[in-house]
């Protein structure tokens, strides 16, 4: 019912607010440039403004990624709104968006999506934040234009294809033992634009009680050499290429990118002189091109790239003494996974009527995987699509975007994809409605894993469906300015429901094996609300979100269907002076709450609510260096306890999670020329 009276408030707020935003002089270029205007590109026909986009598009500017509190996309999306970051200390980070896990958000670089998800993710961690230009975040299902994968959303990273700075150096150090250096090469010519960037980002790992370091010291082989967050070295290569001539733009690149992760482990009884040491290589290269032609009537654009993913994992016996290391004679203690991605996309969009604008494309992808855990070492399937998109505007105040895609998959049989977004204009005020479908297909190695020794029992299932949801969204914006200050106002509910969602669980087929099956539904709802306050020398973000996850075993038990949690940020930066700012980011992750069936009792569990506090200093000591220094979680947040109890069990118990290295201190330094 209260989602009713939102969408009754939303209908005829407009009527109470009906001013328009003048800014002028200073504030208008400070405020309005920067914000109001900010240009956006995801999802829509053409380049616009956040304010004029047919979605409502949340934009990380460049400003925010360059506070020195980020390392990679994982710790910028932790603060965001109705985005929880999930921490493993092996795999990685991955984030969830309205209340719906990291393989139902789709990831992209420029419009290309990012491939190599262990277990359904993206390993965020691995996404660097060197020359980049700003992120784009759509909420709820986009599949009509991304396909596969954007069920809960959408986060585009835009590069910097124009770098500011012909040379730019950074060095970074944080107490917990992390040494990052990058830089930048630019050079133009006329009508081109070469860009070099390189990255070395080095972790030394981290346990509970470690004293900081500020140089890495060799360690005693004992007890210590185990570290609960593992250490980890990264390297990363681009080159760029980008041409312009008259009404065409030729953008080529190819990027490497080499990860090692390290896993001590602890000396093995009776005599402490022996462990086994495990070790885990990544290896992404993407080469591609994006060739975009525009003229007074149509823009044609199209992509073409080759993605390759190769996970390694081997293990070694290491002895303590003389350490030399013997590879394990065991099969499932090694692996080498690799994932080829060939993807080729284009469309046309006119561009000489306002009212009526439309985009036709076409796309189609080739995804294989090979290893010793794949079924016949090799697998691979070919994907062919065809979208279109209308924008229609009958009035000046109104424009319906209908939307479809239609697929053709080699393995599974693919849903068709419709989508209706609805943009209204009202003076100071804005509503966007949208209804669409989303889908995620089955991975390759859903459809074809086999996984079978002494220990293990796993094998895929070639008929699998795809999942699918159904997405609506209201989004209601409202900005007023006044004395050199804009006032800004975002409330958004929406609903998300998952069919077929594919599940691991015990196989009926044979004892003890487990495979893939599409056996649940899942739900989530929610409301989120947003205020930002931007001055010519002060930004604040307020944001409350109230997110309910479905309960699977609701038709069985005597559950509540939804359990909800409310989470809290409150963002602000501020300009003290020209050469010094203050940057406070602070986030509350409230008690998240759920029931799951042991045997036949239902056994409820909660994970403990947190918080979050970072804060920067910015320093510029010329007008080609940079200092900045500052503290992350201050409040000192290591683990969360998970706490398991029940309406039908015997005791309560507790684990915890990890979600940080407890406070840390950093300071970076950017020279630019």
């Known amino acids: 019912m209260r989602y009713l009276l939102i969408l009754f408030f939303s209908c005829y707020i407009h009527k109470i607010y009906p001013q328009d935003i003048t800014l002028t002089g200073q504030n208008a270029d400070s405020i309005l440039s920067q914000q109001i205007k900010e240009v956006v590109v995801t999802g829509q026909l053409t380049e616009r403004t956040v304010e004029n986009a047919v979605h409502k598009i949340r934009v990380i500017t460049g400003r925010k990624l360059k506070l020195g509190l980020f390392t990679d996309l994982g710790q910028v999306l932790q603060k965001e709104l109705n985005i929880n970051l999930v921490q493993d200390n092996m795999l990685g980070s991955s984030a969830s968006l309205q209340g719906m896990s990291g393989q139902n958000v789709k990831i992209l670089i420029d419009d290309m999506p990012v491939i190599g998800r262990l277990n359904g993710s993206i390993d965020l961690s691995q996404i660097s934040l060197n020359n980049i ?20 959303g959408t986060i585009n990273i835009i590069t910097n294809k124009e770098p500011e700075f012909n040379q730019s150096f950074n060095a970074y150090y944080e107490t917990v033992g992390r040494y990052n250096t990058d830089f930048v090469l630019a050079k133009k010519l006329k009508n081109k634009t070469i860009i070099y960037q390189f990255e070395r980002n080095y972790f030394n790992g981290w346990s509970e009680n470690q004293k900081f370091e500020i140089i890495p010291t060799e360690q005693l082989a004992n007890q210590h050499r185990f570290k609960k967050w ?30 090692k992760i390290t896993n001590r482990g602890m000396p093995t009884k009776p005599y402490f002189e022996n462990a086994f040491d495990e070790y885990y290589y990544t290896y992404r290269t993407n080469v591609g091109t994006n060739i975009n032609f ?20 081997e293990m070694f016996y290491k002895d303590l003494t003389t350490l030399a290391s013997v590879l394990v004679d065991d099969p499932s203690a090694q692996d080498t996974s690799v994932f080829d991605l060939f993807i080729g996309r284009a469309f046309i969009t006119n561009r000489n009527n306002s009212d009526l604008q ?3 494309g076409i796309e189609t992808q080739l995804e294989s995987a090979k290893g010793e855990r794949i079924l016949n070492n090799r697998q691979e399937q070919l994907d062919y699509a065809v979208f279109t998109t209308i924008e229609y505007s009958p009035y000046t105040f109104i424009t319906l975007r209908p939307a479809a895609r239609y697929i053709h998959n080699t393995n599974y049989q693919a849903p068709f994809i419709p989508a209706l977004n609805v943009f209204c204009k009202f003076n100071n005020y804005k509503l966007r409605f949208g209804i669409a479908k989303g889908f995620r297909a089955p991975s390759l190695k859903e459809l074809f894993l086999e996984f079978v020794d002494i220990n ?18 209201i989004n209601n914006t409202y900005s007023y300015s006044f004395s050199n200050v804009v006032f800004k106002a975002d409330l958004n509910v929406f609903y998300n429901e998952i069919l077929n969602k594919i599940d691991l ?31 010519s020398s002060m930004e604040i973000n307020i944001g409350v979100s109230h997110i309910g996850r479905y309960n699977s075993i ?59 506090l970072d804060f920067s200093v910015n320093r510029r000591i010329s007008s080609v260096l940079t200092l900045s220094l500052g503290s992350k979680n201050l409040l000192n947040i290591m683990n969360i306890n998970i706490i398991n109890g029940g309406t039908s069990i015997h005791s309560t118990s507790s684990n915890s999670t990890p979600v940080g290295y407890g406070r840390t201190f950093f300071v970076s330094i950017k020279h630019s020329l």
């Open 505 to 535: 669980i015990s196989s009926s087929l044979a004892d003890g094996q487990y495979s893939y099956f599409n056996v649940e539904k899942h739900k989530t709802k929610g409301i989120t609300t947003n205020i930002s306050i931007l001055g």
């Open 133 to 152: 230009k700003r992120v784009e975040i759509i909420e709820g299902a986009m599949s009509t234009l991304y396909g596969t994968e954007a069920l809960a």
């Open 230 to 259: 593992k250490p980890k070295e990264q390297f990363m290569n681009k080159a760029q290429y980008n041409l312009s001539i008259e009404d065409l733009e030729i953008h080529t690149y190819i990027e490497s990118f080499n990860e």
């Open 554 to 612: 609701y038709n069985s038990q005597s559950v509540p269907e939804f359990n909800f949690s409310t989470d809290y940020v409150f963002n602000s930066m501020f300009n003290l002076s020209n050469k010094n700012k203050l940057n406070i980011l602070y986030k509350y992750v409230g008690k998240m709450s759920g029931f799951l069936m042991d045997g036949n009792n239902v056994v409820a569990y909660s994970m403990q609510p947190y918080s979050l």
């Open 456 to 473: 293990h029992n796993i094998v895929g299932n070639e008929n699998l469906s795809a999942e699918e949801s159904d997405n609506y969204q």
């Open 358 to 360: 439309y985009q036709l």
């Open 294 to 313: 525009n003229n007074a009537t149509h823009s044609i654009k199209s992509f073409f790239a080759h993605n390759k993913y190769v996970r390694i994992k």
